[in-house]
């Protein structure tokens, strides 16, 4: 007779598949299984390297307050210290040396900073985030040299919070060839030379798009300072100080342009807040970044309607998020046969065009009171794919309108999530009919919004569905963010 193996069944089981089983637990849990055995004690060790983030920050009530340097180095000594003798091996380190800047602050700052990336395990990082202090400039050299030092870096995020972040870091090169993902918050580098980059995020308070696209009109494909043209995946938001006006946008929408024909490779491409897409820019982006999948806008602003048809050249298209278009927006000659989710802000729709896209299985729109009819239209006949639909009210649809919803979106077949933003009153619920495959309904912001209400309040009012949700709508909106990769005030 066979005995059976003695030890944990833990012990069978490959090192992968319990580091994915780690990822459901929370950290108190974690702790616990830590405790069960000498493996998985040491393999949390590990999860929680990779995993887990070493701050290096001080602690401060408001970003508007920065501690004194001496603080902040003191925190910086002491991770030093904690890396050269942890046996951990730490892969996240987020560095944050803001603090209130006096006159040899950056030299000592200087010998702080050599001494903690001289540390073995700074060598092997794999995701480095800094928030620089005052008078960056001074630390740029610096600062090129040790990332250019990390060769297993794949994630860089550089961000500069100060009143005069209109400056650029000339003397800033970025030039590292393991890495993956660039985030510049405020940062202008003076050279971005990482041949393995796919993602590239900024945000700027200048029209950095305008200047990266005076680049490749000046210089061609030479790239002397940024090269970007093997990108995947760009994100661009830049807050402008002031609204673009017709003649500031026909003066920049050719750099603009230009920089759009070089991403010939890019598959993602979100452009917020004052990141204005005009006729040409928009053309030069549908004839250029054909690979495109996922396309997000903030404003789109095109004086002539059918220039919107160009978008039909983006057959691999799968997620189209426009926030604001002021104007009708036909979908007529539009063919985008992969497209699955479309996302629509403050945007006038033209309804009976949108019925012709019928590969849509999750939609986003904001519904007014004239829009009621036309919208009812839509999901009565037609959408029959739509899995997902999420409907943001205006305050102007009276309680009586919602029967005629409700009794529209019973005839969409295949919707299994349902998403009500600004419902006028609890009551409202009660006009809602039975919806033959829906599972989840989700509720948010219901009016007026001083009032609590719980997923029992509305089971109560509407046909019995598996799944009622009433998220806080911050972090609801949050959660929509990170799902659709879309600016956050998309969802408010």
């Not at 003191?74 to 890396?83: F, N, R």
């Not at 007026?448 to 911050?474: H, L, M, Q, T, Y």
Request: with cysteine.
């Amino acid at each position: 007779m066979d005995l059976p193996d003695a030890g944990s069944p833990f012990e069978k089981l490959p090192s992968e598949l319990i580091f994915s089983i780690f990822d459901y637990l929370e950290l108190k849990s974690l702790k616990a299984v830590s405790l069960t055995c000498h493996r998985l004690e040491q393999m949390f060790a590990d999860y929680s390297a990779r995993r887990f983030v070493v701050r290096i920050r001080e602690k401060r009530k408001s970003y508007a307050f920065f501690p004194p340097l001496i603080e902040i180095a003191d925190k910086v000594e002491a991770a030093t210290k904690l890396l050269n003798r942890t046996k951990r091996c730490y892969r996240r380190v987020h560095l944050d040396v803001q603090y209130q800047p006096t006159a040899d602050s950056i030299e000592h700052m200087q010998a702080v900073l050599d001494k903690l990336f001289a540390v073995r395990l700074m060598q092997q990082l794999t995701v480095l985030k800094l928030d620089l202090p005052a008078g960056p400039e001074k630390l740029a050299v610096q600062l090129s040299d040790a990332v250019s030092m990390l060769d297993t870096l794949q994630e860089l995020a550089i961000s500069y919070e100060q009143s005069d972040n209109q400056s650029r870091f000339s003397q800033l090169y970025i030039v590292n060839r393991s890495l993956h993902k660039l985030v510049l918050n405020c940062v202008w580098p003076g050279r971005i030379n990482c041949p393995n980059m796919q993602s590239l995020e900024v945000l700027a308070y200048i029209d950095v798009w305008y200047m990266i696209g005076e680049q490749y009109a000046l210089h061609g494909d030479a790239e002397p300072y940024w090269k970007l043209k093997h990108l995947r995946e760009l994100v661009m938001a830049t807050r402008l100080w002031y609204c673009p006006l017709n003649h500031y946008l026909q003066k920049t929408e050719s750099y603009k342009g230009v920089f759009c024909q070089q991403l010939t490779q890019l598959k993602k491409l979100r452009l917020f807040h004052s990141c204005t897409v005009t006729d040409k820019v928009l053309k030069a982006i549908c004839e250029s970044c054909v690979h495109l999948e996922h396309l997000s806008f903030t404003l789109m602003y095109i004086s002539n309607p059918d220039s919107f048809r160009y978008i039909s050249n983006l057959t691999n298209l799968r997620q189209l998020s426009i926030e604001t278009y002021i104007k009708g927006l036909s979908f007529a000659g539009v063919r985008l046969p992969h497209l699955k989710t479309l996302l629509l802000g403050n945007v006038n729709i033209d309804w009976p065009s949108l019925a012709k896209v019928e590969s849509i299985e999750w939609l986003m729109i904001k519904l007014n009171v004239s829009q009621v009819v036309p919208a009812c239209d839509l999901f009565a006949g037609h959408m029959r794919r739509l899995r997902l639909l999420w409907i943001k009210f205006d305050i102007d649809i009276q309680h009586e309108r919602y029967r005629e919803i409700f009794a529209a979106l019973s005839n969409l077949p295949a919707l299994e999530t349902l998403t009500l933003q600004n419902v006028l009153r609890l009551d409202c619920l009660k006009e809602m009919v039975p919806i033959p495959r829906l599972t989840r309904l989700v509720v948010c912001d219901i009016l007026p919004r001083c009032i609590s209400v719980s997923p029992a309040d509305v089971a109560k009012r509407v046909p019995k569905v598996d799944r009622i949700e009433v998220p806080w709508i911050n972090k609801f909106n949050k959660d929509m963010k990170l799902r659709f990769g879309c600016n956050a005030d998309f969802f408010h």
